[in-house]
């Protein structure tokens, strides 16, 4: 079992940045690829981006491409997700979420967070 905690979300205007972090106990962080995923309303969960189990490997939405970075520090079990240049279609539910292999499907990811709020206006 490994379970997720969500934080950073918040309000902020277009083109500002805000930074996520999702903090995991349980089994060993590293030993999980980790992936960020948002949901807004009336939308289905959707990819943003994913981190394999050391960092080497990263990938990215189209829509987030060069704008979002994820990261990770196996020492303190976090997985961060640094948004800039923020869009009001950004505006969502964020969840962190943690599966044995770097996956872009929602629906393969075994462990969940609860989310955080991000609305950006315009």
């Known amino acids: 079992q490994v379970q997720l905690v969500e934080s950073g979300g918040g309000l902020v205007q277009a083109g500002g940045s805000l930074r996520l972090s999702c903090a995991a106990s349980?089994?060993?962080?590293?030993?999980?690829?980790m992936g960020w995923f948002r949901q807004a309303p009336g939308k289905e969960r959707e990819f943003v981006a994913a981190?394999?189990?050391?960092?080497?490997?990263?990938a990215y939405a189209d829509s987030v491409k060069g704008r979002f970075t994820i990261s990770r520090a196996n020492a303190k079990s976090t997985v961060d997700l640094q948004m800039n240049s923020l869009k009001p279609e950004d505006t969502a539910v964020y969840y962190c979420?943690?599966?044995?292999?770097?996956?872009?499907?929602?629906?393969?990811?075994?462990?969940w967070g609860q989310g955080t709020q991000v609305t950006v206006s315009s």
């Open positions: 981190i394999s189990r050391i960092g080497g490997g990263t």
């Open positions: 349980g089994r060993t962080f590293s030993s999980y690829a």
């Open positions: 979420a943690a599966d044995r292999l770097l996956e872009t499907d929602w629906k393969l990811y075994d462990y």
